[in-house]
């Protein structure tokens, strides 16, 4: 009964299986299913990852050296490791536990051992041991991390299973990086602007303070107190010029807690929360929760309020700031992951290795993707407007902003590509005052040209288009196999 449970559940999910069908089908082993024997088993493997997590240096290794190790070291083989998971799961019902909480341990233990074991989970994955967090490097805390280093394993099951895929959203960009990231061969893609009745966006690019001093969030100007100023300097005027909420983004943690203590030496804090009431996130989620409820209240109430959050935490990825709780988004620098990320640094040389993604290439499209999630918080419907603006000199270079996606770049106009703090906030100032008339032809600007709704005609030169691409591939793929025929010819002939 268990296994046609465990059928049916992975057949109605479309997402990649924790267990194969083929390990469904198989046996537990005899040797761990009395309870005795799989008990002692854990126990065995439990004082063997102890003794592996004492370690001095980061170790790397595959999961079928791994696997060897165990092996050779305690004379465990990998067979009864696969069923690791689903056999802890029968004692525990067997023992008619209730309260799981405290066997989260040993589950996390025995979930690991059924990854590492299965066979379709030996390419495309790394176990990393580290000696400690590299959060708290002064704290022994060793660690150990199956980790997944190949996007493509996750939507293979997707492509195998369906004829036809589409895969669609508003941070695909750069397009042509996705085939090599999902190893995958599109039939077609498309990069398509936003359809809107008048700009609902203003996107700009602020590179430096009203002093000229540029501003950057790179690690060596974190501790240049100018840059903190400005950024300072630009928060105040757009609190005091920018109804309801206000989002900023800030690339860490650790940036944040900096800036916002150099912000209240320098009265920075005080003089925002004379207009606008503050929030910020942090990392436990009670306490952002809470600070997310109040903000939603202050908007609510007419006054408005600024929310301090951190790109790639849960305000950037998982809550919505639509209508009057997002007119403004800043985002202070690039969020580029942490490069000496032992996990990432694996991930970097697979992709090296197997797609022929070179680093630099795959961490600017990383924090450009992040960067385009963290702004498009304020669009969420048609009828939603707001102001993005890119607080780092470096979103000026053509490598960078070339990465950002259409929908945005539409809206960038070239002269507010460089603007100083001051500028932008007039930009901001118009740009509001514009929105708020009433919606006529005179209106839309004449710079961006766009139609709500693509009529018969347009869908008619769409088709005309396709179907010439069509049969200029089908000829090109005739041709192909044409030479192909004669050059196989004359060399049977000679």
């Avoid at 005027?237 to 943690?253: E, M, N, Q, R």
Wanted: hydrophobic share 40%; aromatic share 8%.
């Amino acid at each position: 009964l268990l296994l046609k449970c465990l059928r049916a559940t992975a057949a109605d999910v479309l997402g990649n299986p924790v267990l194969p069908d083929d390990i469904l089908d198989e046996a537990v082993p005899g040797n761990i299913r009395k309870a005795q024997h799989f008990v002692k088993l854990l126990d065995i493997i439990i004082k063997h990852l102890k003794t592996r997590m004492r370690v001095q240096r980061v170790e790397k290794e595959t999961p079928i050296a791994f696997l060897h190790n165990v092996q050779s070291t305690i004379g465990v083989e990998s067979k009864p490791l696969r069923f690791a998971y689903s056999r802890l799961n029968s004692l525990l019902r067997t023992l008619r536990i209730v309260d799981l909480e405290e066997f989260t341990p040993i589950c996390q233990v025995a979930d690991f051992l059924t990854l590492v074991a299965t066979p379709d989970y030996k390419n495309g994955f790394m176990i990393i041991i580290e000696p400690y967090d590299q959060r708290t490097p002064h704290f022994e805390d060793p660690i150990i991390q199956f980790a997944c280093l190949d996007a493509s394993l996750a939507i293979k099951p997707v492509l195998k299973r369906f004829q036809s895929v589409i895969i669609t959203s508003g941070t695909l960009s750069p397009i042509d990086l996705y085939p090599k990231l999902l190893d995958l061969q599109p039939k077609v893609r498309r990069s398509l602007s936003m359809s809107i009745v008048r700009p609902c966006i203003c996107p700009m690019i602020v590179t430096r303070g009203t002093d000229q001093t540029p501003v950057t969030s790179q690690f060596n100007a974190r501790e240049n107190k100018a840059v903190v100023r400005n950024y300072g300097a630009l928060l105040i005027d757009l609190a005091k010029s920018i109804p309801d909420g206000i989002v900023c983004f800030f690339t860490s943690y650790q940036y944040m807690e900096n800036v916002v203590t150099e912000w209240h030496e320098q009265g920075v804090l005080a003089e925002v929360l004379k207009h606008k009431l503050l929030f910020i996130e942090t990392k436990d989620v009670v306490e952002t929760t809470l600070a997310l409820d109040n903000y939603r209240r202050a908007c609510d109430c007419g006054r408005g309020a600024v929310f301090l959050s951190v790109a790639r935490g849960k305000v950037s990825e998982g809550i919505d700031f639509d209508r009057h709780y997002g007119r403004c988004v800043v985002l202070y620098g690039i969020p580029f992951q942490y490069t000496k990320s032992h996990i990432l640094l694996a991930r970097l040389e697979y992709l090296r290795r197997t797609f022929k993604i070179r680093e630099d290439e795959f961490l600017a499209f990383d924090a450009l993707r992040q960067a385009s999630q963290c702004v498009g918080r304020v669009i969420r419907s048609k009828v939603d407007y707001g102001i993005m603006i890119f607080a780092d000199k470096r979103y000026n270079n053509q490598s960078k902003r070339s990465k950002l996606p259409p929908w945005i770049t539409q809206f960038l106009e070239e002269s507010n590509a460089n603007l100083s703090t001051e500028e932008a906030v007039n930009v901001c100032k118009s740009f509001l005052k514009n929105i708020a008339q009433p919606l006529s032809s005179a209106t839309i600007s004449s710079s961006v040209q766009v139609s709500t709704l693509l009529t018969e005609e347009d869908l008619t030169k769409r088709a005309e288009t396709m179907r010439e691409a069509r049969k200029a591939r089908e000829r090109s793929e005739q041709n192909s196999d044409d030479e192909n025929e004669i050059a196989f010819k004359k060399m049977k002939k000679n």
